[in-house]
């Protein structure tokens, strides 16, 4: 392998913290998928009614978003071209869940500005950012 294949440091970097958020997304979805009884009792009467009125999809398309994301960022620091393929599927995912937190539910209202409209645009983002900096990585043939 030449020196011209080889990922500088900023990959390295970007994959190590891709990683990291990815594994707080997994970690987000997991806490909300098995929420204990005292972790309920912390939100409020809104919030428990919109997550207990959520249809089956949306935290389907949570799951998917999460695992792919983070499918995609060990495939990324392995080195493998499926890492575009796992991040696409990340951001199916996320943007069918964020479909429904903005535009069929009242999301935005029980949780506020920051927790229901900016931080899934940031999600979002961050999504679209992670497949194309792979997109990119695998035309420098950083990628196999």
Do not use: H
């Not at 959520?54 to 695992?67: K, L």
């Not at 499918?71 to 493998?80: A, D, E, N, V």
């Amino acid at each position: 392998m030449s020196n011209s294949n080889k990922p500088n440091t900023v990959f390295w970097v970007i994959g190590v913290v891709a990683l990291i958020w990815n594994l707080m997304g997994v970690s987000a979805y997991l806490m909300q998928a098995y929420m204990t009884d005292e972790a309920r009792e912390l939100l409020t009467p809104e919030q428990l009614e919109l997550m207990d009125n959520s249809p089956s999809w949306v935290t389907a398309a949570f799951a998917i978003g999460v695992f792919a994301g983070l499918l995609g960022c060990i495939t990324l620091l392995m080195r493998k071209n499926w890492a575009k393929s796992f991040f696409m599927i990340s951001i199916l995912g996320v943007l069918a869940q964020n479909t429904y937190g903005f535009f069929m539910s009242d999301a935005a209202a029980v949780y506020g500005m920051v927790q229901g409209v900016v931080m899934p645009i940031f999600v979002i983002i961050i999504c679209f950012f992670l497949f194309y900096y792979a997109k990119g990585a695998s035309a420098k043939g950083w990628l196999n």
